[in-house]
Structures are given as structure tokens and as C-alpha cells.
T-cell receptor, first 112, second 114 residues
Framework: GQQLNQSPQSMFIQEGEDVSMNCTSSSIFNTWLWYKQEPGEGPVLLIALYKAGELTSNGRLTAQFGITRKDSFLNISASIPSDVGIYFCAGQLGWGAQKLVFGQGTRLTINP | AAGVIQSPRHLIKEKRETATLKCYPIPRHDTVYWYQQGPGQDPQFLISFYEKMQSDKGSIPDRFSAQQFSDYHSELNMSSLELGDSALYFC?????????????FGPGTRLLVL
């Protein structure tokens, strides 16, 4: 089946540092999504990407849809304590109510 | 803005019992998806419905069934519960059609099977 390889699996950083994480796949996706999940809660959408090469920002977050449509990255600038959580990439292969395939997640821990 | 609503938020059942999880999509969303997330795992797709018809199916056990009703809400029915069914169950909703079908997730139902 389709798999997304997300890295790193965990990050321990100091407040104020920048963060970068990425996802790669052997499959071509038509949509890439980045979600943040906190313990016991549902994934919250951060950024949605729909076109190859697309670069989108949401405040301190920036994400890009790879040209090959097989990868995506998420950057967080100037991290703050509330950025703590698990970040998931998710890809959708096609349109028409198709499932999301998730990466393994990146657990972000911030030292104040 | 209105979000996806799931009920109940927490559920405790015994082995071999049945459970029903409910999902109310964002208003005007016509598609619902169900995902299961085990501890420390990423969400795994179970099943989806578009306009009350099953549209995609993942690794959903035969003991589970789901449907979408005329008001677009959905229910996931789980029978003969096993210990391994303990997990977080998420519903997501979207609008199908066009080139941007973004799934928005609910807060989840935490199921514990004893």
C-alpha cells in the first residue's frame, strides 16, 4: 500500500529555533496536508497544498508541495511553547472522497 | 466556525459488547470519513461515505459497519468488541467535487474495551 515516510520522528529544540520536517513517498499525490495533533485531540489542519510546486504560508508556518508530487516539507519559524505537539503529513492520491494516507508523525518538544 | 462533532467523546465497553459512534459533519459537507488511531500510531483509514453511498473502504473489520444518513451524519457500529479495538476513532468531513477536497477532523471518540 501507499506509505509516507516522515522525518524526523522527534525533535527537541529551544524556544525561538526554526523547525523543519518533511515527508516523502514512492507514490504521486494530488493533495498534501499538514496537521497538528495534541494528546487526546483530533488532528487540526495547518496547511493544505493542491498544486505541485505550491508554497504556502500560515503565520510562522510554511509548507511546500514538491515538484515531483512525491514529497512535501513543513517549516516552523521562531518556535514558541504552544508549538509542542505531533505534526502529521497526509497525502490524498486522487479526488472523489478518497482516503488520506498519513506519515508516522513528528513529535516536537520545546525547551523554554 | 462550526466543526465536526463526534459523540460520545469517551466510551467504555466490555469485550463482545457493541458500540455506536456518531459523527456530525461540518454544515454543507457531503462526505464523511472514519479513521482509527492506536496509541502512538498515525490515523488509519476505515471507511468513507459520499452522498450516503460508501465511497472508499480501508482496513475495516467485518465486525464494523457504518452508514451515512439523509442529514449527512454518520454512525460507526462496532460489534463483538475486542481488546484491540481500544483506540481513538476520528471522523472527518469534506466537500467532494472540485480540486480542493480538504478533510477536517473531529475531536474523536476514545474507546476503551475491557
Amino acid at each position: 500500500g501507499q506509505q509516507l515516510n516522515q522525518s524526523p520522528q522527534s525533535m527537541f529544540i529551544q524556544e525561538g529555533e526554526d523547525v523543519s520536517m518533511n515527508c516523502t513517498s514512492s507514490s504521486i499525490f494530488n493533495t498534501w496536508l499538514w496537521y497538528k495533533q495534541e494528546p487526546g485531540e483530533g488532528p487540526v489542519l495547518l496547511i493544505a497544498l493542491y498544486k505541485a510546486g505550491e508554497l504556502t504560508s500560515n503565520g510562522r508556518l510554511t509548507a511546500q508541495f514538491g515538484i515531483t508530487r512525491k514529497d512535501s516539507f513543513l517549516n516552523i519559524s521562531a518556535s514558541i511553547p504552544s508549538d509542542v505537539g505531533i505534526y502529521f503529513c497526509a497525502g490524498q492520491l486522487g479526488w472523489g472522497a478518497q482516503k488520506l494516507v498519513f506519515g508516522q508523525g513528528t513529535r516536537l518538544t520545546i525547551n523554554p | 466556525a462550526a466543526g465536526v462533532i463526534q459523540s460520545p467523546r469517551h466510551l467504555i465497553k466490555e469485550k463482545r459488547e457493541t458500540a455506536t459512534l456518531k459523527c456530525y459533519p461540518i454544515p454543507r459537507h457531503d462526505t464523511v470519513y472514519w479513521y482509527q488511531q492506536g496509541p502512538g500510531q498515525d490515523p488509519q483509514f476505515l471507511i468513507s461515505f459520499y452522498e450516503k453511498m460508501q465511497s472508499d473502504k480501508g482496513s475495516i473489520p467485518d465486525r464494523f459497519s457504518a452508514q451515512q444518513f439523509s442529514d449527512y451524519h454518520s454512525e460507526l457500529n462496532m460489534s463483538s468488541l475486542e481488546l484491540g479495538d481500544s483506540a481513538l476513532y476520528f471522523c472527518a468531513s469534506s466537500v467532494t467535487g472540485g480540486s480542493q477536497e480538504t478533510q477536517y477532523f473531529g475531536p474523536g471518540t476514545r474507546l476503551l474495551v475491557l
